[in-house]
């Protein structure tokens, strides 16, 4: 696989109210009314005798974003980011005019996306009805928000080109972009693509040409990104709406087919490569890019793409950010991993155990402030998973019992046959914590 969209974790939900509501003709839930109605701040792209520069009320605006579900707004502003990104108008937490006031109460604007339904959720765009009856949903989302002062863009879809066949999808784009702009003069447009493809920019070029630009999403792919632009001759401007860890379908895995994920540390290094060597010298048409995920998801395991811990911990990586928004380091940062073993050995040496049988774990962590250092084990069956699309994923829970820890060092009581994975965690008492794990497999 050499792609994935990174729908929210409740983004399955959603797709479930965007159909029912296309089929049945559902109003949108209403939201809450902003306290005072404001007026919108012009955004526009200009191009400059340099290439291409985001212009916001007049003024060059400079993106520090991070993409967003439910992640804490005032933490992004707190590090000095600007600006986020999410995937949907509505879900089972909060509505677009909640999300579009916290994030102007905090000085953040907001690329909001009309969840567009993609292909591979058994939308058909050869279905006229169903395609206008989108069209005029989505139109009410403009209607209700195009003045909001935090509205930064409208991002159309998220990579509709995940496994699709059928390209009037981005008729449909197109048709919803002229749409946008007929009715806000103020906000650009762009749809989002799923990897990086010659024949989807193509696509896009023939069949969508009212968009503003093409952002474009990218993981371990991200380190060709230049050679892609040199290669096909792209010359507009973009955006790159989704960077970050390295996925789990471009890692290397064990023999019986576990992801080998990178610790905590290893992640926050591949965070500053990615912006240093790639996005950071693309800026002449690179307007704006978006961190992923300022928060937490299940994706595989509950630590792959997250900056932050489930329970709400500041990972190294949010460390890189902030210095990558400031130019300089937080006054505290995050314990980092030089390790972890489970019987003596790494996650790449394809461990194996015997059921029954108790085996040593290590994490050998570094705290750069000096603060004592806790820590936590946990064992969990390997993901089952097999969504693609970043598609919602139910939590693993621990298997208890089977972990003897209080400190840097475990002893593990190996279950039964199967796979497992084993979590280190580590917490300085400053809100910050790393974490490793090892997959692991138990014969008889």
């Not at 579009?100 to 009805?129: I, K, N, Q, R, S």
């Not at 991200?222 to 970050?244: H, K, N, R, S």
């Amino acid at each position: 696989m050499t792609r994935r969209p990174a729908f929210g974790t409740t983004l399955a939900r959603v797709a479930g109210l965007a159909m029912m509501a296309l089929a049945v003709g559902l109003p949108s839930l209403k939201p809450i009314q902003a306290a005072e109605p404001s007026t919108a701040i012009k955004v526009e792209v200009v191009k400059t005798d340099d290439g291409y520069q985001l212009y916001r009320g007049g003024k060059p605006y400079f993106i520090k974003g991070a993409g967003r579900e439910f992640g804490d707004i005032a933490s992004l502003a707190a590090h000095g980011g600007n600006s986020i990104r999410n995937w949907t108008t509505v879900n089972d937490v909060e509505t677009a005019q909640e999300v579009l006031d916290v994030a102007h109460a905090h000085g953040v604007t907001v690329a909001l996306c009309l969840p567009m339904a993609a292909e591979h959720w058994g939308f058909d765009y050869d279905d006229e009805e169903a395609v206008a009856a989108q069209l005029e949903q989505f139109r009410a989302d403009v209607l209700k928000y195009r003045n909001h002062p935090a509205l930064l863009a409208w991002i159309i879809g998220n990579e509709l080109n995940f496994d699709y066949t059928n390209s009037k999808v981005y008729d449909a784009v197109n048709d919803i972009s002229k749409m946008i702009h007929e009715l806000d003069p103020n906000h650009p447009t762009t749809t989002t693509v799923a990897g990086l493809f010659p024949e989807v920019l193509a696509d896009i070029s023939e069949r969508a040409p009212d968009l503003d630009f093409v952002s474009l999403q990218a993981y371990g792919q991200l380190f060709g990104l230049p050679e892609f632009i040199a290669e096909t001759g792209y010359d507009q401007p973009f955006f790159v709406t989704e960077w970050g860890a390295i996925g789990w379908w471009e890692v290397d895995n064990t023999t019986w087919g576990a992801p080998l994920e990178a610790n905590s540390t290893e992640k926050a290094q591949t965070y500053l490569r990615a912006y240093r060597e790639k996005l950071e010298p693309m800026e002449e048409q690179l307007i704006g890019s978006y961190v992923f995920l300022w928060g937490q998801k299940q994706e595989r395991t509950p630590t792959w793409f997250g900056l932050f811990t489930e329970a709400g911990e500041e990972t190294e990586a949010v460390d890189v950010m902030h210095y990558i928004w400031n130019g300089k380091w937080p006054d505290n940062r995050s314990p980092r991993v030089d390790g972890m073993t489970l019987d003596g050995r790494p996650a790449a040496a394809n461990v194996t155990l015997t059921a029954g049988q108790t085996y040593d774990a290590g994490f050998d962590v570094v705290d750069p402030d000096g603060d004592e250092v806790s820590y936590r084990w946990e064992l969990k069956p390997e993901s089952q998973a097999t969504q693609v699309g970043g598609a919602f994923e139910e939590s693993i829970q621990n298997l208890d019992g089977l972990v003897a820890a209080a400190s840097a060092t475990a002893r593990i009581t190996a279950p039964k046959p199967g796979a497992y994975r084993l979590f280190a965690y580590a917490y300085d008492g400053q809100g910050h914590a790393a974490h490793a794990n090892i997959p692991f497999l138990v014969e008889p």
